[in-house]
């Protein structure tokens, strides 16, 4: 099912699968978002494009929502200045909201990428809304906290803002660049479309670009110092693609086993796990919250 959620004045686009009595769990695309505002054979598009591999797997059981967060995709791409900076702050209360609106019980999270700490900002403020937190490829280490070239390109004044608004730099290079991912013309042409069609898609990117590379390390700190935390209750899994080339695997193992969440490697995947590994990566989320329905 597809959804438009009006929420703050924003439109938010959701693809739903499964079930909506079953538990909920909510699928969140990482940055840069690879991502699309074209419908392909009328199943999944634009962010939740990234998840097709997994929806099929997650709504056997379970309610499952994938967004495109604001600026991405079909939600919208408010111009700074008028009610949203897409500043990280910002994401995490616009995170609150369209969970509020999307589900009146606990849910489980699945979040990839860069936008990781900010779903565990949000966790931090309300455990008590969560059933379980699954984070894939997410920044951990001091090394983490800086964004790759293949990012930060997109920040840089004026030469960024061309960038951003090239199709091929924007998507086609950004994923490949990422991890082992071989990309079919037909999903090529998926992940372009927004910058072929619209200058907004770009310029979003290149908003967001500036504001991550200001904040990830502030960012990356409060995760490590959450996830450490005596008081963190909420059940956190980390899936790890081990042929990331963005972000390295070098201190992640030994955070983890101090921080006691769960790890679980991926050995053919890269930073978009749900791009190289979906099939997999569906059969391993539906294990993990799955042995929470068994306990």
């Known amino acids: 099912m597809l959804s438009l959620y009006m929420i703050l004045c924003n439109r938010w686009f959701c693809v739903e699968s499964g079930n909506a009595d079953n538990p909920t769990v909510i699928l969140i ?22 998840y097709r591999k997994v929806l099929p797997t997650l709504s056997k059981n379970y309610h499952a929502i994938a967004f495109d967060w604001l600026g991405f995709g079909f939600s919208d791409k408010p ?12 994401f995490v209360a616009s995170l609150e909201s369209l969970i509020n609106e999307v589900a009146t019980e606990k849910v489980s999270l699945v979040v990839q990428g860069y936008f990781s700490p900010i779903a565990v900002k949000y966790a931090s403020n309300l455990q008590g809304k969560l059933n379980d937190l699954i984070l894939l490829n997410p920044p951990l280490t001091a090394t983490h906290a800086n964004l790759p070239s293949a990012l930060s390109i997109f920040s ?9 608004q090239d ?10 660049s990422s991890g082992p991912y071989k990309m079919k013309e037909d999903d090529a042409m998926v992940y372009r479309r927004p910058y072929l069609t619209s200058g907004s898609a770009g310029f979003a990117l290149n908003v967001i670009s500036k504001t991550m590379k200001k904040d990830l390390k502030a960012y990356v700190e409060e995760t490590r110092k959450t996830l450490l935390d005596e008081n963190w ?11 990331d080339r963005w972000l390295s695997y070098d201190g992640v193992e030994d955070f983890l086993n101090n921080s006691k969440h769960k790890l679980i490697e991926l050995p053919m995947a890269g930073h978009h796990v749900q791009e190289d590994c979906g099939e997999e990566l569906g059969e391993i989320i539906s294990g993990i919250l799955g042995r929470r329905s068994r306990i």
Not at 79 to 90: A, I, K, L, S
Not at 156 to 164: K, Y
Request: aromatic share 18%; charged share 20%.
């Open 29 to 50: 695309h990482g940055f840069p978002s690879q991502a699309s505002s074209f419908f392909k054979e009328f199943f999944i598009l634009s962010q939740a494009y990234s």
């Open 79 to 90: 111009q700074p200045r008028y009610g949203f900076d897409y500043t990280m702050d910002e």
């Open 156 to 164: 840089n004044f004026l030469l960024g803002e061309i960038f951003c």
């Open 167 to 176: 199709p091929l730099r924007a998507s086609d290079k950004t994923l490949t």
């Open 233 to 243: 209750k909420v059940k956190t899994t980390v899936c790890w693609g081990r042929r």
